[in-house]
């Protein structure tokens, strides 16, 4: 495996059918799964590790989010990864950059509403990546449901020749979607976090029951969300998979999306709600067997 610090060194490490995982590092489980994803696709796999100012605002945590790139090395070669592309803040961004890339309508709900502009950085970053490292396939994970939506609605918009696969979340074994942020939780408030799986997948099992309710379905999520001390929830929404428009009724492809701040801590989680046969089949994700890279390290 190379280590690289260049889009052009990354491109001449390229050969075949090239896979492309980009990620802010401090990696755990989801972040492997998307490199086995690729691994199982692609002639080369490329990991990029870059925490993209463009998308935190000032208030943000960009300046103490977790770094550790000679552990993010480690575990992408352990997975099978050929490239890990990690550049400077120079190799990014020359220059102030004075082009946004803005992805309206998706990006105007939910996280955006609550989070002005970080979708423009979202976007802006993303598309540089996928100019400079020139991948087929791309794969993010299903947890940032809106960032998916945007991403596809720029790759498509922008006729980018790539293909974005969207991977399953990742969960600890009692049901806690993984996020590098968890590690910001101290011991009580990583128990009260379970909150946002509990509702959304609380929400799945009523949907296999046959509810169908945009209104009842958020309800449910939020439910267990709004029971636990010191968690404030920002929104439960149903939402339209293409659009991220919110629904009042599940009648087409979904997700249903919780965000909510656990003392100072934001998390997100959602299921993906497809159809399969007639039937309306919730993604409630992978469950470890054990305890997360990132507990066991912290």
């Known amino acids: 495996m190379k280590i690289v610090r ?23 489980e989801g972040h492997i799964s998307l490199v086995d994803a690729a691994r199982r696709d692609c002639d080369t796999v490329t990991v990029s590790i870059f925490v993209n100012p463009l998308q935190f605002a000032p208030t943000e945590d960009l300046a103490s989010y977790p770094r550790d790139l000679d552990r993010d090395v480690a575990l992408v070669e352990a ?12 190799e990014m961004y020359p220059s102030d950059p004075l082009t946004r890339v803005t992805v309206s309508g998706v ?3 939910m996280e955006g509403a609550i989070r002005p502009g970080h979708f423009d950085g979202v976007a802006t970053v993303v598309a540089k990546l996928f100019a400079g490292v020139a991948p087929d396939v791309a794969y993010f994970g299903r947890k940032d449901a809106q960032q998916l939506v945007t991403v596809r609605r720029m790759t498509a918009d922008l006729s980018f020749p790539i293909r974005v696969v969207g991977s399953p979340i990742v969960r600890e074994s009692d049901g806690l ?15 009260a976090a379970r909150a946002l799986s509990t509702g959304v997948l609380a929400a799945a099992a009523a949907v296999r029951r046959g509810e169908r ?15 636990e001390p010191g968690i404030d929830l920002d929104y439960a929404t149903l939402a339209d998979q293409e659009t991220a428009a919110p629904l009042g009724a599940l009648d087409r492809p979904a997700f249903l ?5 656990v003392g100072r801590t934001r998390l997100l989680d959602n299921v993906h709600i497809d ?23 912290a």
Not at 12 to 18: E, K, N, T, Y
Not at 83 to 90: D, I, N, R, T
Not at 180 to 188: G, I, K, V
Not at 257 to 261: D, E, K, Y
């Open 107 to 109: 990006t105007e709900t």
């Open 213 to 227: 309710s945009g209104g009842i379905l958020e309800e449910i999520a939020a439910r267990p969300v709004d029971a």
């Open 275 to 297: 159809p399969d046969g007639g039937e309306w089949v919730p993604d409630e994700g992978i469950r470890l067997a054990e305890t997360s890279i990132l507990y066991r390290e």
């Open 177 to 191: 979607a993984l996020s590098s942020r968890n590690t910001y939780l101290d011991p009580a408030q990583r128990i």
């Open 257 to 261: 999306a919780v965000a909510a701040r």
């Open 79 to 90: 997975a099978g990864a050929d490239v890990v592309f990690a550049p400077p803040l120079s």
């Open 6 to 28: 260049t889009f052009a060194e990354a491109r001449d490490l390229a050969s075949g059918r090239v896979g492309f995982v980009p990620t802010m590092g401090y990696l755990h």
